[in-house]
């Protein structure tokens, strides 16, 4: 294993150093540093070529250049991007942050959505839910990124504004969107007809209730989630956790989901507190995370049992639920003041960047935090329901096919045949397999969703790497090119590498050999 | 195989039969249905005919060869003007609501009566008409997806075939060639190779240079097929009766994988489509005067507010490309898929199942001296 990993690291690094050079030759061919001067009609025009020359070494072979920008990055100097003479390496490190937070997001999002969708969409094969759905991802697949980005921008965006200011839902318009998702509960669902009835109307009429729900508490403009709604979400989490890992069945699993949930509401209050008087960073957040996976998982423990892993994993995720909850309530008792600070005006959706200048600086000590995540929040949203798309078609797609495969192998019929649970058979042996091909993709797609970001980014003017490579191109700087592309290619073989390991990981029929 | 799941709610027929004498009947219908199907023809006759039951694939077939006849012939290609009475780059004046789109629907879409008129899809704010403008920018779209997908093609075949039949260092040179290329990403070394043929500004050099960064997934899957091929007894038999590497290749083993070369071309054209479209957008590709979809997007995104059909068009026909040959795409790899199964659905099985019913019940009617049927429904 080892000496697998290290040769491949090896080739890596050799395949790294050898597009290097390639890419530093072809962005030297394409970038045109004289362009502007060549035009220009200044008197001493021949001067300045001859300064610019002289300033971006171009007398120099351009083999000679390419060494001695190797011999920088060697020492970590990116270089200097010469038009704003700023340097690479601090544009590089926040661009990369601006990125990361956009790209993992699209990421997390799509695979989450698109294997759920996906993998319903095979177990009822052939039905309309299965072509509504491949229609669907088709259609996505189709659909220029750009386009749609701008569209969300320039529609999405401002009408979304326009609702938040008088935010009243009509009755037709409630009707319609009970009627809409109440179809696609039934359809997804299935059954015989009776079935698909009392589906359509108890999904039709739980979508009509919460939206005049919404619409009588005012929670468009004062969002919250108060205890009731904490315990109702709460307790729905904890079923759906039990019914998909265990079964109901299983009453210790129940008992410690349940248990998670009352964990979570007896805390409501303390953690107000703590929220509240303690300065939050994402440190803290994360550890407090933690503690509550910790903390579902010994509910598990506790309950005991032959079978106390599975009760622990129900717990651990039920909790962290739970904690989500808790979080989003603290982070929405913070949107009206976000609304009324002069530098939003009730017009929350942005469209341009990646926070609103001065805002953080301008709100006090304590607010800071929360003021800065929905901020940053809500500059995500439009880019990254734009990048999701995409890949949520794809995976859809792959989740699909992939599950479909398992489902014809014999030993989903051995287990059928020896009486397991329908649940079992999808969860246990259709499901987990499922994901192993898939397994293999997310790390390339991740990579191709960076570049996927260039786009992304260029239209909703996001700071990040994306943005940077394409203004560096059109200024004829070869530095930041360069870095953005180095970034890249190494992750492209690291993902490359991991692919390959998660694969050798999660398939026993697979040896790894060096 | 596939073996439909149980059906625990299935419905009582009029004849007593057990459920899985049903599935088992079924299932040699469907055996001796698939065999009925394919008795003697060859593999281009059932593809082909697998092809057009594609409902999918064959509308979406329809749709692209009109939008390609439409976006030819209209403003023409090369010295010919075509039938369309403006050009992209002709400019007039724009006064009032004079660069409205004139295209109306029919009254029976809730428009006032269908009018083609002057301008169907409106003008621009220098004047020019948005239907040349969109049509000069597909065929320029078109042509760029079709020089792709040949050029990676060709490198494609060759990179993998050559690496799938000599395997050893070769195999191991070409690999090492593909993951070089496969570590940028196809939409960054498009951007580079982008800006490159923007300064030539010519649609040609830039599909050229796409085909150049997109043949790799070809390539990798081309060799995997090759691997396989090459220990095939027929190929032995070619190689004993002294055929010469070059015709093994290209006569022999390469027919062999036409499936998977023709699927994976065809969905990359629909994401070729879109790369140059996004290139141009980003103002990479195609620049003016030189017009692509993309670049009317990027042009008129500006002017969504005031006049929203400048950015309607483009977008329509770029999603009206991508998603005819992502459909025709799909209707090959089922015609090309060895194990596909027509599935008839559980409905067309319930029919199917009573219509069997009935006949026998109204061959038990018509067999009244016999009178064994044990149920009879008035």
Not at chain 2, 180 to 190: D, H
Not at chain 2, 252 to 268: A, D, E, R, W
Not at chain 2, 281 to 288: A, E, N, P, R, S
């Amino acid at each position: 294993m080892l000496r697998f990993i290290s040769r491949r690291l090896g080739m890596g690094a050799l395949i790294l150093l050898i597009s290097s050079f390639l890419m530093y030759l072809l962005v030297n061919v394409s970038i045109r540093p004289m362009e502007d001067l060549e035009q220009s009609t200044a008197r001493n025009k021949e001067q300045l070529i001859a300064d610019r020359i002289e300033q971006l070494d171009l007398n120099t072979n351009v083999v000679i250049r390419y060494f001695k920008w190797l011999g920088n990055f060697f020492t970590g100097d990116f270089g200097v991007a010469w038009r704003s003479s700023q340097s690479v390496n601090d544009q590089l490190g926040s661009a990369m942050i601006s990125t990361l937070q956009l790209v993992s997001a699209a990421a997390v999002l799509a695979i989450f959505l698109g294997v759920a969708v996906g993998i319903i969409s095979a177990l009822r094969q052939y039905t309309t839910f299965d072509y509504l759905i491949t229609f669907l991802s088709f259609l996505l697949y189709s659909l220029p990124a750009f386009w749609v980005a701008v569209l969300l921008k320039r529609w999405g965006a401002l009408r979304f504004n326009d609702f938040l200011r008088d935010p009243a839902l009509t009755a037709l318009a409630i009707a319609g969107i009970s009627a809409a998702l109440g179809i696609v509960w039934m359809l997804a669902l299935g059954g015989a007809l009776k079935r698909r009835l009392i589906n359509f109307v108890g999904a039709g009429t739980v979508t009509a209730l919460v939206l005049f729900y919404l619409q009588a508490t005012n929670w468009w403009t004062s969002p919250k989630i108060d205890p009731v709604l904490i315990a109702v979400l709460g307790s729905g989490v904890a079923v759906a956790t039990t019914l998909l890992s265990t079964g109901l069945r299983n009453r210790r699993s129940l008992g410690t989901a349940f248990s998670a949930v009352a964990l979570g509401l007896a805390l409501y209050v303390p953690m107000q507190y703590l929220l509240y008087y303690v300065q939050m960073n994402w440190w803290i957040i994360t550890g407090l995370a933690l503690v509550a996976l910790a903390s579902g998982a010994g509910l598990g423990r506790l309950w005991g049992g032959p079978d106390w892993r599975q009760s622990a994993r129900t717990g651990a995720i039920t909790a962290f639920g739970v904690a989500a909850l808790i979080f989003l309530d603290q982070v929405m008792s913070y949107w009206g003041q976000y609304l009324a600070h002069p530098t939003i005006s009730n017009r929350p959706i942005a469209t341009v960047g990646d926070r609103t200048p001065n805002l953080v600086q301008s709100v006090q000590e304590a607010d800071k935090f929360w003021l800065g995540t929905i901020d940053q929040y809500t500059h995500l949203l439009l880019p990254t329901v734009a990048l999701m798309l995409i890949s949520f078609a794809s995976y859809t797609r792959y989740a699909r096919s992939s599950m479909l495969e398992v489902l014809n192998q014999d030993y989903i019929r051995t287990a059928r045949a020896k009486g397991l649970t329908e649940r079992t058979v999808i969860m246990r042996h259709g499901f987990r397999n499922s994901l192993i091909p898939l397994a293999t993709i997310v790390p390339l797609d991740i990579v191709a969703l960076f570049g996927g970001a260039i786009i992304t980014e260029q239209v909703f003017g996001r700071p990040g790497m994306g943005q940077m490579f394409i203004k560096s191109l059109h200024n004829a700087e070869i530095e930041p090119i360069m870095a953005y592309l180095m970034v890249t290619a190494l992750l492209a073989v690291l993902a490359n590498i991991i692919a390959d390991l998660i694969y050798a990981a999660l398939d026993p029929r697979i040896r790894v050999t060096a | 195989m596939t073996i439909p799941p149980p059906d625990t709610n299935h419905p009582a027929g009029p004849v007593e039969a057990g459920a899985p004498a049903d599935l088992l009947a079924a299932e040699s219908q469907a055996e001796e249905l698939k065999m009925r199907d394919v008795e003697g023809l060859s593999q281009g006759q059932i593809v082909r005919r697998r092809f057009f039951r594609h409902r999918g694939a064959v509308v979406a077939m329809i749709v692209l060869g009109a939008v390609i006849l439409l976006a030819f012939t209209s403003v023409g290609f090369g010295n010919w003007t075509g039938w369309w009475k403006h050009t992209p780059l002709q400019t007039g004046n724009v006064t009032g609501t004079g660069a409205q789109p004139t295209l109306s629907l029919p009254t029976w879409l809730g428009g006032d009566g269908f009018v083609w008129g002057d301008h169907p899809f409106g003008r621009d704010e220098s004047g020019r008409d948005v239907f040349a403008r969109v049509m000069k920018g597909t065929q320029t779209s078109l042509i760029v997806m079709f020089i792709v997908g040949i050029v990676s093609t060709v490198i494609g075949v060759i990179v993998g075939a050559l690496a799938g039949y000599f395997g050893g260092r070769l195999d191991r040179f070409l690999m090492r060639v593909t993951d070089l290329v496969i570590t940028i990403p196809v939409l960054v070394l498009g951007a580079v190779l982008g800006a490159l043929a923007a300064g030539k500004n010519s649609a040609f050099l830039l599909a050229i240079f796409l085909g150049l960064a997109s043949w790799t997934t070809l390539a990798r899957l081309v060799r995997g097929d090759f691997l396989t091929l090459r220990e095939r007894e027929f190929v032995d038999a070619a190689r004993v009766a002294g055929a010469s590497s070059r015709r093994i290749i290209f006569k022999h083993m390469l027919p062999n994988s036409i499936g998977v070369i023709i699927v994976n071309q065809t969905l990359l054209m629909s994401t070729a489509i879109l790369l140059e479209t996004a290139l141009s957008f980003v103002g990479l590709g195609i620049t003016y005067p030189n017009i692509s979809l993309g670049q009317l997007i990027n042009q008129y995104q500006e002017a969504f507010a005031t006049r929203p059909w400048l950015f309607w068009w483009p977008g329509l026909f770029i999603v009206v490309i991508a998603l005819c040959v992502n459909f025709i795409g799909d209707g090959l790899r089922d015609a090309f898929d060895p194990r596909q199964r027509r599935i008839p659905s559980q409905r067309a099985l319930r029919r199917a199942e009573r219509k069997a019913a009935a006949r026998a019940e109204s061959a038990a009617a018509a067999d009244s001296t016999v009178g064994a049927s044990g149920k009879e429904t008035t």
